[in-house]
Protein backbone atom coordinates (compact mmCIF):
# COMPACT_ATOMS: atom_id res chain seq x y z
CA UNK A 1 0.00 0.00 0.00
CA UNK A 2 1.12 3.38 -0.96
CA UNK A 3 2.26 5.86 1.89
CA UNK A 4 0.84 9.46 1.37
CA UNK A 5 1.12 12.75 3.04
CA UNK A 6 2.28 16.59 2.88
CA UNK A 7 5.61 17.09 2.38
CA UNK A 8 6.89 19.80 4.69
CA UNK A 9 8.92 21.63 2.33
CA UNK A 10 5.40 22.11 -0.21
CA UNK A 11 2.62 21.20 2.01
CA UNK A 12 1.59 18.88 -1.60
CA UNK A 13 1.04 14.83 -0.87
CA UNK A 14 3.79 12.91 -2.21
CA UNK A 15 4.72 9.25 -2.19
CA UNK A 16 6.85 7.76 0.31
CA UNK A 17 8.51 4.63 -0.38
CA UNK A 18 8.54 2.64 3.13
CA UNK A 19 11.91 0.20 3.22
CA UNK A 20 10.55 -1.93 6.15
CA UNK A 21 8.23 -3.76 3.55
CA UNK A 22 9.00 -7.25 3.09
CA UNK A 23 10.04 -8.76 -0.46
CA UNK A 24 8.88 -10.72 -2.11
CA UNK A 25 11.24 -12.99 -4.88
CA UNK A 26 10.18 -13.06 -8.45
CA UNK A 27 11.81 -14.89 -11.49
CA UNK A 28 15.32 -13.96 -12.92
CA UNK A 29 14.33 -11.32 -15.95
CA UNK A 30 15.39 -12.00 -19.29
CA UNK A 31 16.44 -10.42 -22.72
CA UNK A 32 14.55 -7.95 -24.90
CA UNK A 33 14.09 -7.54 -28.70
CA UNK A 34 13.09 -4.43 -30.19
CA UNK A 35 10.01 -3.77 -32.19
CA UNK A 36 9.51 -3.34 -35.60
CA UNK A 37 7.15 -0.31 -36.74
CA UNK A 38 5.97 1.26 -40.00
CA UNK A 39 7.18 4.97 -40.20
CA UNK A 40 6.02 7.25 -42.34
CA UNK A 41 8.02 10.46 -43.04
CA UNK A 42 7.60 14.19 -41.81
CA UNK A 43 8.99 17.26 -43.36
CA UNK A 44 12.08 17.29 -41.78
CA UNK A 45 13.94 14.85 -39.03
CA UNK A 46 15.08 15.42 -34.90
CA UNK A 47 18.54 15.90 -33.95
CA UNK A 48 20.69 13.21 -32.33
CA UNK A 49 22.48 13.14 -29.62
CA UNK A 50 23.91 10.40 -27.06
CA UNK A 51 23.49 10.33 -22.98
CA UNK A 52 25.27 8.87 -20.64
CA UNK A 53 22.71 6.86 -18.85
CA UNK A 54 20.74 5.11 -21.55
CA UNK A 55 19.70 1.75 -21.55
CA UNK A 56 22.89 0.07 -19.55
CA UNK A 57 22.95 -1.45 -16.45
CA UNK A 58 24.76 -0.20 -13.91
CA UNK A 59 23.85 -1.59 -10.93
CA UNK A 60 26.72 -2.74 -8.89
CA UNK A 61 25.37 -6.03 -8.25
CA UNK A 62 23.30 -5.34 -6.01
CA UNK A 63 19.31 -6.17 -6.13
CA UNK A 64 17.19 -2.74 -6.31
CA UNK A 65 13.62 -2.67 -7.63
CA UNK A 66 12.40 -3.46 -11.17
CA UNK A 67 9.45 -2.81 -13.17
CA UNK A 68 6.26 -5.04 -12.11
CA UNK A 69 6.53 -8.53 -11.92
CA UNK A 70 6.10 -10.56 -15.69
CA UNK A 71 2.73 -12.11 -15.69
CA UNK A 72 0.50 -13.46 -18.29
CA UNK A 73 -0.04 -10.04 -20.61
CA UNK A 74 -3.57 -10.57 -22.31
CA UNK A 75 -2.17 -10.07 -25.80
CA UNK A 76 -4.13 -11.54 -28.65
CA UNK A 77 -1.18 -13.43 -28.97
CA UNK A 78 -2.00 -15.22 -25.55
CA UNK A 79 1.62 -14.88 -24.84
CA UNK A 80 4.34 -12.59 -23.01
CA UNK A 81 6.88 -12.28 -25.98
CA UNK A 82 9.35 -10.00 -23.93
CA UNK A 83 10.38 -9.21 -20.34
CA UNK A 84 13.26 -6.55 -19.48
CA UNK A 85 16.99 -6.95 -18.89
CA UNK A 86 17.95 -8.64 -16.19
CA UNK A 87 20.21 -10.68 -14.26
CA UNK A 88 20.93 -13.13 -10.84
CA UNK A 89 21.40 -9.88 -8.77
CA UNK A 90 18.07 -8.90 -9.45
CA UNK A 91 15.81 -11.10 -6.45
CA UNK A 92 12.99 -8.99 -5.45
CA UNK A 93 10.39 -6.97 -7.09
CA UNK A 94 9.66 -3.50 -5.31
CA UNK A 95 7.23 -2.71 -2.98
CA UNK A 96 4.29 -1.02 -5.32
CA UNK A 97 5.80 1.93 -3.04
CA UNK A 98 8.21 2.91 -5.37
CA UNK A 99 6.64 2.35 -8.66
CA UNK A 100 4.75 5.08 -10.98
CA UNK A 101 3.45 4.14 -14.45
CA UNK A 102 1.69 6.00 -17.09
CA UNK A 103 0.73 5.73 -20.69
CA UNK A 104 2.52 7.98 -23.30
CA UNK A 105 1.75 11.16 -24.55
CA UNK A 106 2.82 13.57 -27.10
CA UNK A 107 -0.25 15.84 -26.93
CA UNK A 108 1.09 20.26 -27.05
CA UNK A 109 -2.49 21.48 -26.94
CA UNK A 110 -2.53 22.58 -23.61
CA UNK A 111 0.54 25.00 -24.20
CA UNK A 112 -0.31 26.09 -27.23
CA UNK A 113 -3.35 27.28 -25.87
CA UNK A 114 -2.08 28.84 -22.89
CA UNK A 115 0.41 30.50 -25.41
CA UNK A 116 -2.80 31.37 -27.26
CA UNK A 117 -4.29 32.85 -23.67
CA UNK A 118 -1.22 34.94 -22.47
CA UNK A 119 -0.81 36.40 -25.95
CA UNK A 120 -4.84 38.07 -25.66
CA UNK A 121 -3.57 39.19 -22.29
CA UNK A 122 -4.81 36.74 -19.87
CA UNK A 123 -4.27 33.77 -17.56
CA UNK A 124 -5.26 30.56 -19.14
CA UNK A 125 -7.35 28.38 -17.09
CA UNK A 126 -5.82 26.33 -14.52
CA UNK A 127 -7.98 23.56 -15.62
CA UNK A 128 -6.73 23.32 -18.82
CA UNK A 129 -2.55 23.47 -18.14
CA UNK A 130 -0.92 19.42 -18.46
CA UNK A 131 2.33 20.17 -17.47
CA UNK A 132 3.50 17.49 -19.60
CA UNK A 133 2.13 18.70 -22.58
CA UNK A 134 4.36 22.18 -21.84
CA UNK A 135 7.43 19.95 -21.15
CA UNK A 136 6.73 17.71 -25.22
CA UNK A 137 6.28 20.89 -27.14
CA UNK A 138 10.16 21.26 -27.14
CA UNK A 139 12.94 19.66 -29.11
CA UNK A 140 14.71 17.45 -27.29
CA UNK A 141 18.25 15.91 -28.13
CA UNK A 142 17.97 11.90 -27.33
CA UNK A 143 19.72 9.82 -28.86
CA UNK A 144 17.55 8.13 -31.52
CA UNK A 145 17.35 3.93 -31.63
CA UNK A 146 19.43 2.41 -34.37
CA UNK A 147 15.88 0.82 -35.54
CA UNK A 148 12.57 0.29 -34.87
CA UNK A 149 11.23 0.99 -30.68
CA UNK A 150 12.54 3.19 -27.85
CA UNK A 151 15.97 4.68 -26.66
CA UNK A 152 15.22 5.03 -23.14
CA UNK A 153 17.21 8.06 -21.88
CA UNK A 154 17.78 8.95 -17.80
CA UNK A 155 19.44 11.94 -16.68
CA UNK A 156 18.76 14.37 -13.98
CA UNK A 157 20.19 17.47 -11.72
CA UNK A 158 20.29 19.11 -8.56
CA UNK A 159 17.36 21.13 -7.67
CA UNK A 160 18.26 24.51 -5.16
CA UNK A 161 15.87 23.00 -2.44
CA UNK A 162 18.37 20.57 -0.18
CA UNK A 163 17.60 17.16 -1.15
CA UNK A 164 15.45 17.74 -4.03
CA UNK A 165 16.38 17.04 -7.74
CA UNK A 166 14.70 16.79 -11.20
CA UNK A 167 14.74 13.55 -12.97
CA UNK A 168 13.91 13.27 -16.05
CA UNK A 169 12.83 10.01 -18.19
CA UNK A 170 13.38 10.29 -22.52
CA UNK A 171 12.27 8.37 -24.89
CA UNK A 172 12.81 8.80 -28.33
CA UNK A 173 11.84 6.29 -31.67
CA UNK A 174 13.82 6.52 -35.02
CA UNK A 175 13.75 9.48 -37.19
CA UNK A 176 11.29 9.74 -39.46
CA UNK A 177 11.98 7.68 -43.04
CA UNK A 178 12.32 9.79 -45.92
CA UNK A 179 9.55 10.36 -48.13
CA UNK A 180 10.19 8.20 -50.72
CA UNK A 181 10.09 5.25 -48.41
CA UNK A 182 6.56 5.98 -46.47
CA UNK A 183 3.36 3.88 -47.07
CA UNK A 184 0.35 6.35 -48.68
CA UNK A 185 -1.71 7.82 -46.28
CA UNK A 186 -5.14 8.34 -46.86
CA UNK A 187 -6.66 11.35 -44.61
CA UNK A 188 -10.04 12.25 -43.96
CA UNK A 189 -10.11 15.85 -42.70
CA UNK A 190 -13.44 16.72 -40.68
CA UNK A 191 -13.20 20.76 -40.37
CA UNK A 192 -15.33 22.54 -38.32
CA UNK A 193 -17.60 25.59 -40.67
CA UNK A 194 -19.98 27.03 -37.60
CA UNK A 195 -20.23 30.80 -37.10
CA UNK A 196 -17.21 30.59 -34.80
CA UNK A 197 -14.92 29.15 -36.57
CA UNK A 198 -15.46 32.79 -38.54
CA UNK A 199 -12.94 34.48 -36.31
CA UNK A 200 -9.51 35.61 -37.54
CA UNK A 201 -7.13 32.57 -36.61
CA UNK A 202 -9.98 29.92 -36.85
CA UNK A 203 -10.85 28.59 -40.56
CA UNK A 204 -8.39 30.82 -42.51
CA UNK A 205 -5.39 29.49 -40.98
CA UNK A 206 -6.85 25.36 -41.35
CA UNK A 207 -7.74 26.59 -44.92
CA UNK A 208 -3.94 28.24 -45.73
CA UNK A 209 -2.62 25.14 -44.02
CA UNK A 210 -4.31 22.65 -45.94
CA UNK A 211 -3.47 23.98 -49.14
CA UNK A 212 0.01 23.47 -48.05
CA UNK A 213 -0.13 20.42 -47.27
CA UNK A 214 -1.83 19.39 -50.68
CA UNK A 215 1.53 20.57 -52.44
CA UNK A 216 3.64 18.42 -50.31
CA UNK A 217 1.67 14.98 -50.72
CA UNK A 218 2.78 12.57 -53.16
CA UNK A 219 0.39 11.57 -55.78
CA UNK A 220 -0.30 8.05 -54.48
CA UNK A 221 -1.67 9.68 -51.32
CA UNK A 222 -6.19 10.28 -50.66
CA UNK A 223 -7.50 13.03 -49.33
CA UNK A 224 -11.43 13.07 -47.87
CA UNK A 225 -13.03 16.28 -46.33
CA UNK A 226 -16.16 16.47 -44.40
CA UNK A 227 -17.79 19.79 -42.84
CA UNK A 228 -19.65 20.25 -40.34
CA UNK A 229 -22.20 23.34 -38.31
CA UNK A 230 -25.21 22.25 -37.35
CA UNK A 231 -25.16 18.71 -39.55
CA UNK A 232 -22.04 17.29 -41.41
CA UNK A 233 -21.73 16.37 -44.62
CA UNK A 234 -19.18 15.01 -47.16
CA UNK A 235 -18.11 17.44 -49.64
CA UNK A 236 -15.38 15.48 -51.02
CA UNK A 237 -14.90 11.57 -50.70
CA UNK A 238 -11.78 9.79 -50.75
CA UNK A 239 -9.48 11.34 -53.33
CA UNK A 240 -6.23 10.15 -54.96
CA UNK A 241 -4.26 13.19 -55.21
CA UNK A 242 -2.62 12.15 -58.83
CA UNK A 243 -4.60 14.97 -61.22
CA UNK A 244 -6.89 15.88 -58.82
CA UNK A 245 -5.11 18.53 -57.26
CA UNK A 246 -7.00 21.51 -58.73
CA UNK A 247 -10.06 19.46 -57.38
CA UNK A 248 -8.81 19.36 -54.03
CA UNK A 249 -7.68 23.10 -53.88
CA UNK A 250 -11.15 24.06 -54.70
CA UNK A 251 -12.95 22.31 -52.14
CA UNK A 252 -10.76 24.03 -49.68
CA UNK A 253 -11.29 27.52 -51.15
CA UNK A 254 -14.67 26.68 -51.15
CA UNK A 255 -14.99 26.30 -47.19
CA UNK A 256 -17.17 28.88 -44.83
CA UNK A 257 -18.18 29.46 -41.80
CA UNK A 258 -22.07 29.40 -41.26
CA UNK A 259 -24.53 28.37 -38.60
CA UNK A 260 -24.04 25.95 -35.07
CA UNK A 261 -21.37 23.14 -34.47
CA UNK A 262 -22.61 19.97 -34.00
CA UNK A 263 -18.82 17.90 -33.53
CA UNK A 264 -20.59 14.48 -32.94
CA UNK A 265 -22.50 14.85 -36.32
CA UNK A 266 -19.21 15.97 -37.79
CA UNK A 267 -16.84 12.81 -36.31
CA UNK A 268 -19.20 10.25 -36.96
CA UNK A 269 -19.84 11.16 -40.74
CA UNK A 270 -15.78 11.77 -40.92
CA UNK A 271 -15.22 7.72 -39.48
CA UNK A 272 -17.93 6.63 -42.23
CA UNK A 273 -16.31 8.55 -44.78
CA UNK A 274 -12.98 6.86 -43.51
CA UNK A 275 -14.15 3.57 -43.52
CA UNK A 276 -15.90 4.46 -47.13
CA UNK A 277 -12.53 5.20 -48.27
CA UNK A 278 -10.02 2.48 -46.14
CA UNK A 279 -7.25 2.28 -48.15
CA UNK A 280 -5.49 -1.27 -47.53
CA UNK A 281 -1.74 -0.37 -46.44
CA UNK A 282 -1.98 3.21 -46.62
CA UNK A 283 -1.98 5.01 -42.98
CA UNK A 284 -5.66 5.92 -42.59
CA UNK A 285 -6.53 8.79 -40.44
CA UNK A 286 -9.31 10.94 -39.27
CA UNK A 287 -7.77 14.80 -38.73
CA UNK A 288 -10.47 16.81 -36.79
CA UNK A 289 -10.18 21.00 -36.98
CA UNK A 290 -12.17 22.47 -34.55
CA UNK A 291 -12.63 24.90 -32.00
CA UNK A 292 -14.61 21.89 -30.08
CA UNK A 293 -17.59 24.36 -28.58
CA UNK A 294 -19.86 21.70 -29.46
CA UNK A 295 -23.61 23.20 -28.73
CA UNK A 296 -25.90 20.72 -30.76
CA UNK A 297 -26.30 17.10 -30.90
CA UNK A 298 -24.15 14.89 -29.46
CA UNK A 299 -21.47 16.58 -26.88
CA UNK A 300 -20.32 14.24 -24.66
CA UNK A 301 -16.95 12.82 -25.85
CA UNK A 302 -17.91 8.90 -24.76
CA UNK A 303 -20.83 9.27 -26.44
CA UNK A 304 -19.64 10.32 -29.56
CA UNK A 305 -16.83 8.18 -29.75
CA UNK A 306 -19.19 5.18 -28.84
CA UNK A 307 -20.78 5.43 -32.29
CA UNK A 308 -17.52 5.35 -34.30
CA UNK A 309 -15.93 2.74 -31.98
CA UNK A 310 -16.23 -0.31 -34.86
CA UNK A 311 -14.06 2.08 -37.17
CA UNK A 312 -11.23 2.19 -34.37
CA UNK A 313 -11.04 -1.00 -33.09
CA UNK A 314 -11.92 -3.32 -36.29
CA UNK A 315 -9.96 -0.44 -38.65
CA UNK A 316 -7.08 1.03 -36.67
CA UNK A 317 -8.57 4.47 -37.87
CA UNK A 318 -6.77 6.63 -35.50
CA UNK A 319 -7.59 10.41 -34.46
CA UNK A 320 -5.72 13.58 -34.48
CA UNK A 321 -7.01 16.44 -32.93
CA UNK A 322 -5.93 20.46 -33.94
CA UNK A 323 -7.11 23.07 -31.96
CA UNK A 324 -8.29 26.71 -32.64
CA UNK A 325 -9.60 29.56 -31.29
CA UNK A 326 -9.48 31.94 -29.07
CA UNK A 327 -12.34 30.54 -26.63
CA UNK A 328 -11.27 26.55 -27.26
CA UNK A 329 -13.37 23.43 -25.67
CA UNK A 330 -9.86 21.98 -24.50
CA UNK A 331 -11.25 19.39 -22.09
CA UNK A 332 -13.82 17.74 -24.92
CA UNK A 333 -10.80 17.54 -27.59
CA UNK A 334 -8.30 15.72 -25.78
CA UNK A 335 -10.88 13.55 -24.18
CA UNK A 336 -11.64 12.90 -27.94
CA UNK A 337 -8.07 12.32 -28.81
CA UNK A 338 -7.04 9.91 -25.89
CA UNK A 339 -10.24 7.86 -26.66
CA UNK A 340 -9.61 7.91 -30.20
CA UNK A 341 -6.21 6.47 -29.94
CA UNK A 342 -4.90 9.77 -31.15
CA UNK A 343 -3.20 12.86 -29.97
CA UNK A 344 -3.45 16.97 -30.04
CA UNK A 345 -2.44 20.24 -30.68
CA UNK A 346 -3.17 23.77 -30.88
CA UNK A 347 -2.42 26.76 -33.65
CA UNK A 348 -3.08 30.15 -33.28
CA UNK A 349 -0.43 31.14 -35.83
CA UNK A 350 -0.31 30.68 -39.83
CA UNK A 351 3.19 29.47 -38.48
CA UNK A 352 1.68 27.15 -36.28
CA UNK A 353 -0.93 26.17 -38.58
CA UNK A 354 1.88 25.20 -41.11
CA UNK A 355 4.22 23.76 -38.57
CA UNK A 356 1.47 21.32 -37.80
CA UNK A 357 0.51 19.93 -41.12
CA UNK A 358 4.15 19.92 -43.07
CA UNK A 359 5.97 18.58 -39.81
CA UNK A 360 3.07 17.06 -36.78
CA UNK A 361 0.76 15.79 -38.86
CA UNK A 362 3.52 13.18 -40.68
CA UNK A 363 4.56 12.27 -37.60
CA UNK A 364 0.92 11.72 -36.06
CA UNK A 365 -0.60 9.65 -39.08
CA UNK A 366 1.64 6.96 -39.23
CA UNK A 367 2.09 4.15 -35.91
CA UNK A 368 5.72 2.93 -34.58
CA UNK A 369 4.44 1.94 -31.38
CA UNK A 370 0.47 0.93 -30.09
CA UNK A 371 -0.29 0.98 -26.53
CA UNK A 372 2.90 2.08 -25.15
CA UNK A 373 3.29 2.66 -21.35
CA UNK A 374 6.28 3.46 -19.20
CA UNK A 375 7.24 2.46 -16.00
CA UNK A 376 9.70 3.58 -13.77
CA UNK A 377 11.17 1.73 -10.38
CA UNK A 378 12.64 4.12 -7.95
CA UNK A 379 15.41 2.14 -5.79
CA UNK A 380 14.07 2.67 -2.01
CA UNK A 381 17.68 2.84 -0.33
CA UNK A 382 18.47 5.89 -2.21
CA UNK A 383 14.89 7.41 -2.76
CA UNK A 384 12.91 8.87 0.15
CA UNK A 385 10.19 10.41 -2.05
CA UNK A 386 9.12 11.34 -5.28
CA UNK A 387 6.21 12.51 -7.32
CA UNK A 388 5.82 12.46 -11.54
CA UNK A 389 5.01 16.04 -12.88
CA UNK A 390 1.85 16.08 -14.87
CA UNK A 391 0.46 12.54 -16.87
CA UNK A 392 -2.22 13.35 -14.47
CA UNK A 393 -5.11 11.94 -17.02
CA UNK A 394 -2.75 8.92 -18.28
CA UNK A 395 -1.95 7.21 -15.00
CA UNK A 396 -1.76 3.28 -15.32
CA UNK A 397 -2.47 0.37 -12.40
CA UNK A 398 1.30 -0.70 -11.57
CA UNK A 399 -0.05 -4.24 -12.00
CA UNK A 400 -1.06 -2.93 -15.74
CA UNK A 401 2.33 -2.02 -17.24
CA UNK A 402 2.34 -5.60 -18.80
CA UNK A 403 -1.59 -5.97 -19.00
CA UNK A 404 -1.41 -5.57 -22.80
CA UNK A 405 -5.37 -5.34 -22.88
CA UNK A 406 -5.05 -2.04 -21.01
CA UNK A 407 -4.97 1.12 -22.81
CA UNK A 408 -1.13 2.70 -23.64
CA UNK A 409 -0.64 5.70 -25.86
CA UNK A 410 0.52 5.84 -29.56
CA UNK A 411 3.66 6.98 -30.59
CA UNK A 412 4.56 8.00 -34.33
CA UNK A 413 8.00 8.07 -35.90
CA UNK A 414 10.89 11.18 -35.09
CA UNK A 415 8.35 11.74 -31.64
CA UNK A 416 9.92 12.09 -28.20
CA UNK A 417 8.25 11.65 -24.75
CA UNK A 418 9.68 13.31 -21.79
CA UNK A 419 8.49 12.71 -18.20
CA UNK A 420 9.89 14.73 -15.26
CA UNK A 421 10.26 13.73 -11.48
CA UNK A 422 10.67 15.59 -8.52
CA UNK A 423 13.13 13.34 -6.31
CA UNK A 424 14.39 13.69 -2.93
CA UNK A 425 17.25 11.54 -1.88
CA UNK A 426 18.11 10.01 1.02
CA UNK A 427 20.78 11.78 3.11
CA UNK A 428 24.26 10.27 2.18
CA UNK A 429 22.49 8.25 -0.39
CA UNK A 430 24.79 6.39 -3.22
CA UNK A 431 24.40 4.14 -6.19
CA UNK A 432 21.18 3.22 -7.87
CA UNK A 433 18.59 5.88 -7.79
CA UNK A 434 15.99 4.07 -10.76
CA UNK A 435 15.18 1.88 -13.63
CA UNK A 436 12.76 3.15 -16.43
CA UNK A 437 10.88 0.94 -18.75
CA UNK A 438 8.99 1.49 -21.58
CA UNK A 439 6.56 -1.39 -23.33
CA UNK A 440 4.90 -1.03 -26.42
CA UNK A 441 2.90 -3.54 -28.80
CA UNK A 442 4.22 -3.48 -32.78
CA UNK A 443 1.40 -1.64 -34.98
CA UNK A 444 1.00 -4.34 -37.13
CA UNK A 445 1.43 -7.70 -35.43
CA UNK A 446 0.46 -6.29 -31.79
CA UNK A 447 3.46 -8.29 -30.36
CA UNK A 448 5.43 -6.88 -27.12
CA UNK A 449 8.35 -5.29 -26.83
CA UNK A 450 10.16 -3.43 -24.01
CA UNK A 451 13.54 -1.33 -23.26
CA UNK A 452 15.00 0.27 -20.43
CA UNK A 453 17.37 2.49 -18.93
CA UNK A 454 19.38 2.97 -15.45
CA UNK A 455 20.22 5.98 -13.28
CA UNK A 456 22.81 6.23 -10.79
CA UNK A 457 22.50 9.11 -7.64
CA UNK A 458 26.05 10.22 -9.14
CA UNK A 459 24.33 11.67 -12.28
CA UNK A 460 22.57 14.06 -10.20
CA UNK A 461 25.91 15.97 -9.04
CA UNK A 462 25.02 19.13 -11.05
CA UNK A 463 22.66 21.95 -10.15
CA UNK A 464 19.82 22.42 -12.56
CA UNK A 465 20.61 25.92 -13.87
CA UNK A 466 24.28 24.49 -14.95
CA UNK A 467 23.17 21.18 -16.50
CA UNK A 468 22.36 20.90 -20.35
CA UNK A 469 20.18 23.55 -21.86
CA UNK A 470 17.86 20.79 -23.05
CA UNK A 471 17.01 19.61 -19.29
CA UNK A 472 17.20 23.27 -18.36
CA UNK A 473 14.36 24.05 -21.03
CA UNK A 474 12.60 21.03 -19.68
CA UNK A 475 12.47 22.40 -16.20
CA UNK A 476 11.11 25.83 -17.12
CA UNK A 477 8.59 24.63 -19.16
CA UNK A 478 7.70 22.43 -15.68
CA UNK A 479 8.18 25.11 -13.20
CA UNK A 480 6.57 27.68 -15.50
CA UNK A 481 3.15 24.74 -16.02
CA UNK A 482 2.80 24.74 -11.86
CA UNK A 483 3.17 27.94 -11.72
CA UNK A 484 -0.09 28.68 -14.51
CA UNK A 485 -1.64 25.54 -11.69
CA UNK A 486 -1.07 27.09 -8.63
CA UNK A 487 -5.03 28.06 -8.13
CA UNK A 488 -5.90 24.88 -9.13
CA UNK A 489 -6.72 22.45 -6.17
CA UNK A 490 -4.59 24.88 -3.27
CA UNK A 491 -1.49 23.46 -5.51
CA UNK A 492 1.90 24.51 -3.80
CA UNK A 493 5.21 25.43 -5.77
CA UNK A 494 7.08 21.83 -7.04
CA UNK A 495 10.47 22.27 -4.90
CA UNK A 496 13.41 24.47 -6.57
CA UNK A 497 10.56 26.74 -7.75
CA UNK A 498 11.73 30.22 -8.85
CA UNK A 499 9.62 33.13 -8.57
CA UNK A 500 7.78 33.98 -11.78
CA UNK A 501 9.91 36.73 -12.59
CA UNK A 502 13.39 35.09 -11.92
CA UNK A 503 11.78 31.76 -13.83
CA UNK A 504 11.26 34.43 -16.77
CA UNK A 505 14.50 35.62 -16.56
CA UNK A 506 16.29 32.28 -16.78
CA UNK A 507 14.20 31.27 -19.67
CA UNK A 508 15.54 34.52 -21.47
CA UNK A 509 19.04 33.07 -20.83
CA UNK A 510 18.23 29.24 -21.69
CA UNK A 511 16.57 30.57 -24.82
CA UNK A 512 19.96 32.17 -26.00
CA UNK A 513 22.03 29.00 -25.05
CA UNK A 514 19.31 26.76 -26.99
CA UNK A 515 19.50 29.53 -30.38
CA UNK A 516 15.76 28.12 -30.70
CA UNK A 517 12.69 30.23 -31.06
CA UNK A 518 10.07 27.58 -29.78
CA UNK A 519 12.80 28.21 -26.21
CA UNK A 520 12.19 32.29 -27.25
CA UNK A 521 8.77 31.81 -27.03
CA UNK A 522 8.17 30.06 -24.53
CA UNK A 523 10.53 33.23 -22.10
CA UNK A 524 8.00 35.80 -23.46
CA UNK A 525 4.87 33.46 -22.49
CA UNK A 526 6.64 33.46 -19.09
CA UNK A 527 7.49 37.16 -18.98
CA UNK A 528 4.18 37.32 -19.95
CA UNK A 529 2.40 35.61 -17.08
CA UNK A 530 4.71 37.18 -14.69
CA UNK A 531 3.27 40.17 -15.89
CA UNK A 532 -0.28 39.24 -15.41
CA UNK A 533 0.00 37.83 -12.22
CA UNK A 534 1.92 40.89 -10.46
Not at 324 to 351: C, Q
Not at 480 to 502: I, K
Request: proline residues 5%; hydrophobic residues 35%.
Amino acid sequence: MTRTGNDEHTGRPWRRPSTGRRRRPVAILIGLTLASGLLLTGCGAGESNGSSTDGSNKSGGRGFPQPAPNRTSGTSQGEQKDTPTGDASREFAPSPDYLSTFALDVDTASYGYARRALADGRLPDASTVRPEEFVNSFRQDYRRPDGNGFSVTVDGARTREKGWSLVRVGLATRDAAQSGERPPAALTFVIDISGSMGEPGRLDLAKDALGVMTDRLRDDDSIAVVTFSDEARTVLPMTRLGHHRGRIYSVIRGLEPTESTNLGAGVRTGYATAVEGLREGATNRVVLISDALANTGETDADAILENISTARREHGITLFGVGVGSEYGDALMERLADKGDGHTTYVSTLEDARKVFCEQLPQNIDLTARDAKAQVAFDPETVEQFRLIGYDDRQVADEDFRNDRVDGGEIGPGHTVTALYAVRTRPGASGHLATASVRWLDPDTRAPHEESGQLETGSLDKDLWTSSTRLQVDAVAAYFADDLRTGDDNRSPLPGALPLGELADRAHRVATAAEDKAVDDLADSVERASGLMG
